[in-house]
Protein backbone atom coordinates (compact mmCIF):
# COMPACT_ATOMS: atom_id res chain seq x y z
CA UNK A 1 0.00 0.00 0.00
CA UNK A 2 1.22 3.40 -0.36
CA UNK A 3 2.23 5.42 2.10
CA UNK A 4 1.35 9.30 2.68
CA UNK A 5 2.51 10.75 -0.58
CA UNK A 6 3.46 14.38 -0.85
CA UNK A 7 4.19 16.59 -3.94
CA UNK A 8 6.49 18.49 -5.18
CA UNK A 9 9.15 17.15 -3.52
CA UNK A 10 11.87 20.44 -3.96
CA UNK A 11 10.84 23.96 -5.19
CA UNK A 12 12.91 27.19 -5.27
CA UNK A 13 10.46 30.06 -4.52
CA UNK A 14 11.36 34.03 -4.93
CA UNK A 15 9.84 36.18 -2.05
CA UNK A 16 6.54 37.42 -2.33
CA UNK A 17 5.48 34.34 -4.51
CA UNK A 18 2.38 31.83 -3.79
CA UNK A 19 3.03 28.21 -3.51
CA UNK A 20 0.70 25.40 -3.41
CA UNK A 21 2.34 21.95 -2.08
CA UNK A 22 -0.28 18.85 -2.22
CA UNK A 23 -0.84 15.69 -0.41
CA UNK A 24 -2.58 12.46 -0.31
CA UNK A 25 -2.94 10.65 3.01
CA UNK A 26 -2.79 6.55 3.24
CA UNK A 27 -5.54 5.18 1.61
CA UNK A 28 -8.69 4.81 4.66
CA UNK A 29 -7.15 7.82 6.16
CA UNK A 30 -9.56 10.83 6.96
CA UNK A 31 -7.33 12.99 9.09
CA UNK A 32 -4.51 15.17 7.33
CA UNK A 33 -2.01 17.56 9.26
CA UNK A 34 0.91 19.70 8.00
CA UNK A 35 4.10 20.29 9.99
CA UNK A 36 6.87 22.99 9.03
CA UNK A 37 10.29 21.86 10.23
CA UNK A 38 12.90 24.48 9.69
CA UNK A 39 16.84 23.20 9.79
CA UNK A 40 18.02 22.25 12.61
CA UNK A 41 14.71 22.01 14.55
CA UNK A 42 11.61 19.76 15.32
CA UNK A 43 8.62 19.88 12.90
CA UNK A 44 5.73 22.67 14.25
CA UNK A 45 2.38 21.85 13.52
CA UNK A 46 0.64 24.17 11.03
CA UNK A 47 -3.12 22.70 10.31
CA UNK A 48 -5.18 19.69 11.11
CA UNK A 49 -8.10 18.67 8.83
CA UNK A 50 -10.76 16.05 9.33
CA UNK A 51 -13.70 15.27 7.22
CA UNK A 52 -12.78 18.18 5.19
CA UNK A 53 -13.08 20.26 8.12
CA UNK A 54 -9.90 22.61 9.60
CA UNK A 55 -9.69 21.07 13.39
CA UNK A 56 -6.77 22.61 14.87
CA UNK A 57 -4.29 25.25 13.80
CA UNK A 58 -0.98 26.25 14.79
CA UNK A 59 0.79 29.44 15.58
CA UNK A 60 1.43 30.57 12.21
CA UNK A 61 0.43 33.54 10.09
CA UNK A 62 -2.84 33.89 7.87
CA UNK A 63 -0.50 33.98 4.75
CA UNK A 64 -0.81 29.91 5.53
CA UNK A 65 -4.08 28.00 4.39
CA UNK A 66 -5.18 24.39 3.51
CA UNK A 67 -7.85 22.50 2.73
CA UNK A 68 -8.71 18.92 2.41
CA UNK A 69 -10.96 17.50 -0.84
CA UNK A 70 -13.44 15.23 -0.64
CA UNK A 71 -10.82 12.16 -1.82
CA UNK A 72 -9.30 13.63 1.50
CA UNK A 73 -5.80 15.37 -0.07
CA UNK A 74 -5.36 18.36 1.12
CA UNK A 75 -3.73 21.02 -0.12
CA UNK A 76 -1.24 24.15 1.59
CA UNK A 77 -1.16 26.87 0.30
CA UNK A 78 1.47 29.95 1.83
CA UNK A 79 1.07 33.56 0.39
CA UNK A 80 3.54 36.11 0.37
CA UNK A 81 6.47 34.27 0.95
CA UNK A 82 9.25 35.17 3.15
CA UNK A 83 12.76 33.54 3.42
CA UNK A 84 12.12 32.31 7.27
CA UNK A 85 9.47 30.02 5.14
CA UNK A 86 11.96 27.99 3.77
CA UNK A 87 11.38 25.07 5.07
CA UNK A 88 10.56 21.06 4.88
CA UNK A 89 6.80 20.39 5.03
CA UNK A 90 5.69 17.73 6.24
CA UNK A 91 2.36 16.03 5.68
CA UNK A 92 0.91 13.69 8.30
CA UNK A 93 -2.43 10.92 7.83
CA UNK A 94 -3.93 9.22 10.09
CA UNK A 95 -7.48 6.98 10.47
CA UNK A 96 -9.34 8.93 12.95
CA UNK A 97 -9.37 12.23 13.99
CA UNK A 98 -7.52 12.08 17.73
CA UNK A 99 -8.39 11.04 21.03
CA UNK A 100 -7.63 7.46 20.16
CA UNK A 101 -4.16 6.67 22.45
CA UNK A 102 -2.95 4.08 20.27
CA UNK A 103 -3.77 5.55 17.01
CA UNK A 104 -0.88 6.04 15.01
CA UNK A 105 0.14 9.02 12.65
CA UNK A 106 1.81 8.54 9.04
CA UNK A 107 4.52 10.87 7.53
CA UNK A 108 5.42 11.57 3.87
CA UNK A 109 8.70 12.52 2.74
CA UNK A 110 7.70 16.14 2.83
CA UNK A 111 7.83 18.81 0.25
CA UNK A 112 11.53 21.01 0.80
CA UNK A 113 10.81 24.68 -0.35
CA UNK A 114 13.63 27.17 -0.64
CA UNK A 115 12.55 30.98 -0.79
CA UNK A 116 15.11 33.58 -2.49
CA UNK B 1 1.26 24.43 27.11
CA UNK B 2 3.30 21.44 25.89
CA UNK B 3 7.11 20.65 25.33
CA UNK B 4 9.29 18.40 25.25
CA UNK B 5 13.07 18.80 25.48
CA UNK B 6 15.61 16.49 24.22
CA UNK B 7 19.41 16.20 25.58
CA UNK B 8 21.69 18.76 22.93
CA UNK B 9 23.25 16.61 20.38
CA UNK B 10 25.04 15.96 18.45
CA UNK B 11 25.94 12.41 19.66
CA UNK B 12 29.09 10.57 18.31
CA UNK B 13 29.17 6.86 18.95
CA UNK B 14 31.17 3.51 17.72
CA UNK B 15 29.37 1.35 16.76
CA UNK B 16 28.17 -1.53 19.37
CA UNK B 17 28.40 1.31 21.95
CA UNK B 18 25.20 1.81 24.32
CA UNK B 19 23.01 4.45 23.33
CA UNK B 20 20.63 6.66 25.23
CA UNK B 21 18.85 10.09 24.08
CA UNK B 22 17.44 11.61 27.01
CA UNK B 23 13.65 13.28 27.07
CA UNK B 24 11.38 14.87 29.38
CA UNK B 25 7.94 16.60 28.56
CA UNK B 26 5.74 18.89 30.20
CA UNK B 27 1.97 18.73 29.23
CA UNK B 28 -1.48 18.45 30.96
CA UNK B 29 -3.30 15.12 31.32
CA UNK B 30 -1.71 12.21 30.05
CA UNK B 31 -0.21 12.31 26.88
CA UNK B 32 0.81 9.35 24.25
CA UNK B 33 5.31 9.37 23.87
CA UNK B 34 6.42 8.68 20.60
CA UNK B 35 10.19 8.44 18.88
CA UNK B 36 10.32 9.12 15.71
CA UNK B 37 13.68 8.75 13.06
CA UNK B 38 14.92 11.19 10.19
CA UNK B 39 17.26 9.98 8.08
CA UNK B 40 19.03 11.86 6.09
CA UNK B 41 16.81 13.83 3.46
CA UNK B 42 13.83 11.61 4.30
CA UNK B 43 10.65 12.20 6.27
CA UNK B 44 10.20 11.34 9.89
CA UNK B 45 9.22 7.51 10.64
CA UNK B 46 7.34 5.77 13.79
CA UNK B 47 10.43 4.38 15.83
CA UNK B 48 8.41 3.40 19.07
CA UNK B 49 5.30 4.77 21.20
CA UNK B 50 3.81 4.29 24.72
CA UNK B 51 0.24 5.25 25.50
CA UNK B 52 0.80 5.13 29.22
CA UNK B 53 2.78 5.10 32.21
CA UNK B 54 4.72 2.10 32.67
CA UNK B 55 4.56 1.66 28.98
CA UNK B 56 7.52 -0.27 27.13
CA UNK B 57 7.80 1.00 23.48
CA UNK B 58 9.80 -0.75 21.65
CA UNK B 59 11.40 -1.71 18.09
CA UNK B 60 14.50 -2.45 15.68
CA UNK B 61 16.49 -3.25 19.32
CA UNK B 62 15.40 0.86 20.76
CA UNK B 63 13.20 1.00 24.16
CA UNK B 64 11.69 3.21 25.86
CA UNK B 65 9.76 3.69 28.87
CA UNK B 66 6.69 5.94 29.74
CA UNK B 67 7.99 7.39 33.06
CA UNK B 68 5.04 9.30 34.73
CA UNK B 69 6.50 10.11 37.91
CA UNK B 70 9.73 11.47 36.18
CA UNK B 71 7.98 12.79 33.10
CA UNK B 72 10.27 10.96 31.03
CA UNK B 73 10.55 8.90 27.58
CA UNK B 74 14.60 8.40 27.24
CA UNK B 75 15.41 6.33 24.32
CA UNK B 76 18.28 3.70 24.48
CA UNK B 77 19.78 1.25 22.54
CA UNK B 78 22.17 -1.51 23.54
CA UNK B 79 24.76 -1.24 20.69
CA UNK B 80 24.19 0.83 18.08
CA UNK B 81 25.06 0.21 13.94
CA UNK B 82 26.40 2.45 11.53
CA UNK B 83 22.96 2.49 9.68
CA UNK B 84 20.83 3.96 13.13
CA UNK B 85 23.30 7.63 12.14
CA UNK B 86 20.02 9.99 11.89
CA UNK B 87 17.97 12.29 13.66
CA UNK B 88 15.76 11.24 16.36
CA UNK B 89 12.42 13.24 17.78
CA UNK B 90 11.27 12.52 20.65
CA UNK B 91 7.00 14.10 20.51
CA UNK B 92 4.14 14.08 22.77
CA UNK B 93 0.07 13.36 22.02
CA UNK B 94 -2.30 14.99 24.37
CA UNK B 95 -5.52 12.36 24.61
CA UNK B 96 -8.01 15.51 23.33
CA UNK B 97 -6.44 16.48 20.73
CA UNK B 98 -3.92 15.56 17.46
CA UNK B 99 -1.56 17.65 17.29
CA UNK B 100 2.26 16.15 17.86
CA UNK B 101 4.39 18.69 19.77
CA UNK B 102 8.24 17.88 19.11
CA UNK B 103 11.27 18.38 20.93
CA UNK B 104 14.51 19.74 18.64
CA UNK B 105 15.76 16.42 17.78
CA UNK B 106 18.87 14.96 18.12
CA UNK B 107 21.87 14.02 16.06
CA UNK B 108 23.16 10.73 16.01
CA UNK B 109 26.17 9.46 14.39
CA UNK B 110 27.64 5.84 14.44
CA UNK B 111 31.04 5.46 13.09
CA UNK B 112 32.33 1.90 12.02
Known amino acids: DAGVTQSPTHLIKTRGQHVTLRCSPISGHKSVSWYQQVLGQGPQFIFQYYEKEERGRGNFPDRFSARQFPNYSSELNVNALLLGDSALYLCASSSVEGGISGNTIYFGEGSWLTVV | GNSVTQMEGPVTLSEEAFLTINCTYT??????LFWYVQYPGEGLQLLLKATKADDKGSNKGFEATYRKETTSFHLEKGSVQVSDSAVYFCALREYSNYKLTFGKGTLLTVNP
Open chain 2, 27 to 32: ATGYPS
